[in-house]
C-alpha cells in the first residue's frame, strides 16, 4: 500500500544563501521543516530564475527580478533585506577613486541584477560617469591591468573586507542614501501568483514561520553572529555589526525607496513601470 506522504504536494521557498539571511534562516533551521514546504538555497540570481519559471513557488528574491515580474508576484508583507546606509556586503573595489573611472573597465558580478543596476545607476546617472561594463571576477582585477574595479556582493565582499591591495571601496547603500536620502532594499519576500491561489493556507504558514524567524532572529542576533561568523571567516563582533546593518523589515520608508528605484530603472528603458506593490493579505 502506497504511504500518505507519498501523495504530499510539496511548495518550494527559496533562500540566498549568503549570511545576510542567516537572521531568518539559522532559527528556520533550528525549528525544522514547515510542513507542506521545500528549501532550495542558492544565489540571487538561481532563485530569480527558478522563481519566474515556476520551479520555486515563493522565495527571497532580489528587487529587480520582483520588479520585472510585479504583475506576476505578490510580496508577503513587512520583510525584505534592505539597508539604511553602509550595508558592507555590495561593495565597489576600484584602484582608483570611483570619480575617474569614465571609460574604465569595470567588471561585474554575476550574482546579483539588483546590485549591478543600482551599480549603473550611481556610476551613469548619479555621478555621471560611463564605464566600460563587463562580467568578471575579482581574479581578474588583479591580473588585467585594464581592469579599474570590481564589484563583490554578499559573502565574497565581505571576505574581501581584509583584502589589502590598497584598493579603494564605494558603498553602494551609502551612496544610494547620501543621493536619495532612502533605505535600499536589495531583496523581497515574493509569491508567485498562481501558488497563492493554489495553496493559500500554505503560504498563511509560510508567513507565519518566516515571521516567527525574524523575531527570534533579532532576539539572538548575537548568537547567530557567533555561529555564522567562521563561514566567512570574520571575527564574531563584525558579523554582528554587519547584521546589524541588515535591516529586514518593509517599512513604508522602504516602500517608497524601491519604488523610487523602480522609477529610476525605468526611466533608463527596457524596466516596466512599477506603480505599487501588490501585498497579499495574509
Not at 96 to 119: G, R
Not at 247 to 258: A, V
Request: charged content about 25%; glycine content about 6%.
Amino acid at each position: 500500500m502506497e504511504s500518505e506522504t507519498s501523495h504530499v504536494q510539496y511548495a518550494r521557498l527559496g533562500i540566498v544563501n549568503y549570511i545576510n539571511t542567516s537572521q531568518i534562516y539559522v532559527p528556520w533551521q533550528e525549528i525544522g521543516p514547515l510542513n507542506g514546504w521545500e528549501v532550495e538555497e542558492g544565489a540571487p540570481t538561481l532563485l530569480n530564475r527558478h522563481l519566474a519559471q515556476g520551479k520555486l513557488d515563493a522565495g527571497c528574491v532580489s528587487s529587480y527580478a520582483y520588479g520585472l515580474n510585479a504583475d506576476r508576484y505578490y510580496i508577503l508583507p513587512d520583510l525584505s533585506i534592505s539597508a539604511t546606509g553602509p550595508v558592507w556586503s555590495v561593495i565597489l573595489l576600484s584602484k582608483v577613486p570611483i570619480e575617474e573611472l569614465n571609460e574604465k573597465l569595470v567588471l561585474l558580478t554575476s550574482q546579483s541584477a539588483t546590485s549591478v543596476n543600482l551599480l549603473h545607476i550611481i556610476l551613469e546617472d548619479f555621478l555621471g560617469i560611463r564605464p566600460i561594463f563587463r562580467t568578471g571576477n575579482f581574479k581578474e582585477l588583479s591580473a588585467n591591468p585594464v581592469a579599474q574595479a570590481y564589484l563583490a556582493i554578499g559573502d565574497e565582499a565581505l571576505r574581501l573586507r581584509s583584502n589589502r591591495d590598497n584598493l579603494f571601496r564605494s558603498d553602494l547603500a551609502k551612496i544610494w542614501l547620501d543621493h536619495t536620502g532612502l533605505p535600499f532594499v536589495f531583496a523581497v519576500w515574493a509569491i508567485r501568483e498562481e501558488s497563492w491561489i493554489a495553496w493559500p493556507e500554505k503560504i498563511r504558514l509560510l508567513h507565519k514561520r518566516l515571521s516567527e524567524c525574524y523575531h527570534k532572529g533579532l532576539k539572538e542576533l548575537e548568537r547567530i553572529s557567533n555561529l555564522v561568523a567562521p563561514r566567512i571567516p570574520m571575527a564574531s563582533s563584525d558579523c554582528l555589526e554587519y547584521l546589524k546593518d541588515i535591516e529586514l523589515d518593509f517599512s513604508g520608508k522602504k516602500q517608497q525607496g524601491l519604488l523610487h528605484f523602480f522609477r529610476l530603472l525605468y526611466d533608463r528603458g527596457d524596466f516596466p513601470k512599477v506603480f505599487r506593490f501588490c501585498f497579499q493579505e495574509i
